[in-house]
């Protein structure tokens, strides 16, 4: 797989996946949602930290500002990182699964990274009413920007039996973590290495196999012409 056709599956996920946050960001008031069946729902949310919605500032005795601001620029090094080696990678010509998954991560990496840097510039906020592209009172600053997530598949949504201990009535539900398709592409990428690691990983380059005459092989001497 060349560098053109990394760059290709790269920019259809970027499209893919900007185009999905800024409808989502400009159709849908903040905690708005849409079932599409029962076990999927469009449900828009915005994670001002990193997975899971985790923050800096909940470990360490800083703001939820300057927390931000460290993350966004810790993604921004990785995502250099992460560039590097799929420039390395296709440069030594490896595996195709190889160059894939890491053209996945990077894509996944870099449409988050988009949110976190620019989208506090460009959006107003979503509380109680739809957000304004291009909007005059922006929400944030530079650096400072929110991934909008909005994926949501709560496959099981029940209540534990009242008989089980300590959890007994309280409601149960599978996979509550909303997502985007960023997220989608970084672990599909991961999965894909974790899965096919031996094939990602492998030697592309057939080595070539000798020969060797066996002790039963007769050696083979054309006719000497008298």
Same mark, same amino acid.
């Given at each position: 797989?060349?560098? #053109?056709? &990394?760059?290709? /599956? @790269? $920019?259809?996920?970027? !499209?893919?996946?900007?185009?999905?946050?800024?409808? *989502?960001?400009?159709?849908?008031?903040?905690?708005?949602?849409?079932?599409?069946?029962?076990?999927?729902?469009?449900?828009?949310?915005?994670?001002?930290?990193?997975?899971?919605?985790?923050?800096?500032?909940?470990?360490?005795?800083?703001?939820?500002?300057?927390?931000?601001?460290?993350?966004?620029?810790?993604?921004?090094?990785?995502?250099?990182?992460?560039?590097?080696?799929?420039?390395?990678?296709?440069?030594? #010509?490896? &595996?195709?699964? /190889? @160059? $894939?998954?890491?053209? !996945?991560?990077?894509?996944?990496?870099?449409?988050? *990274?988009?949110?976190?840097?620019?989208?506090?510039?460009?959006?107003?906020?979503?509380?109680?009413?739809?957000?304004?592209?291009?909007?005059?009172?922006?929400?944030?600053?530079?650096?400072?920007?929110?991934?909008?997530?909005?994926?949501?598949?709560?496959?099981?949504?029940?209540?534990?039996?009242?008989?089980?201990?300590?959890?007994?009535?309280?409601?149960?539900?599978?996979?509550?973590?909303?997502?985007?398709?960023?997220?989608?592409?970084?672990?599909?990428?991961?999965?894909? !290495?974790?899965?096919?690691?031996?094939?990602?990983?492998?030697?592309?380059?057939?080595?070539?196999?000798?020969?060797?005459?066996?002790?039963?092989?007769?050696?083979?001497?054309?006719?000497?012409?008298?």
């Amino acid at each position: 797989m060349n560098l #053109k056709k &990394s760059i290709l /599956l @790269i $920019v259809l996920i970027l !499209l893919v996946d900007q185009w999905s946050k800024i409808y *989502i960001k400009t159709n849908f008031v903040l905690g708005e949602s849409v079932d599409v069946f029962n076990w999927f729902k469009i449900l828009f949310i915005e994670n001002e930290g990193a997975a899971w919605g985790a923050k800096l500032s909940d470990v360490l005795p800083i703001s939820d500002a300057t927390g931000k601001l460290i993350l966004t620029i810790f993604r921004l090094f990785a995502i250099f990182g992460i560039g590097y080696w799929l420039y390395d990678v296709v440069r030594k #010509k490896s &595996s195709k699964t /190889l @160059i $894939v998954a890491v053209s !996945l991560i990077f894509a996944g990496a870099l449409g988050n *990274i988009l949110d976190s840097v620019f989208y506090g510039l460009l959006f107003d906020d979503s509380y109680n009413h739809v957000a304004t592209l291009f909007s005059d009172e922006p929400y944030g600053k530079l650096f400072h920007g929110k991934v909008v997530d909005m994926l949501y598949f709560p496959l099981v949504d029940t209540t534990w039996p009242e008989w089980v201990p300590k959890v007994g009535g309280k409601n149960f539900r599978f996979f509550e973590p909303v997502f985007n398709i960023a997220d989608t592409a970084i672990s599909t990428g991961v999965g894909i !290495l974790l899965v096919f690691n031996k094939r990602a990983f492998g030697n592309n380059n057939e080595e070539e196999k000798v020969v060797e005459p066996t002790e039963n092989q007769e050696d083979y001497r054309e006719p000497v012409k008298e």
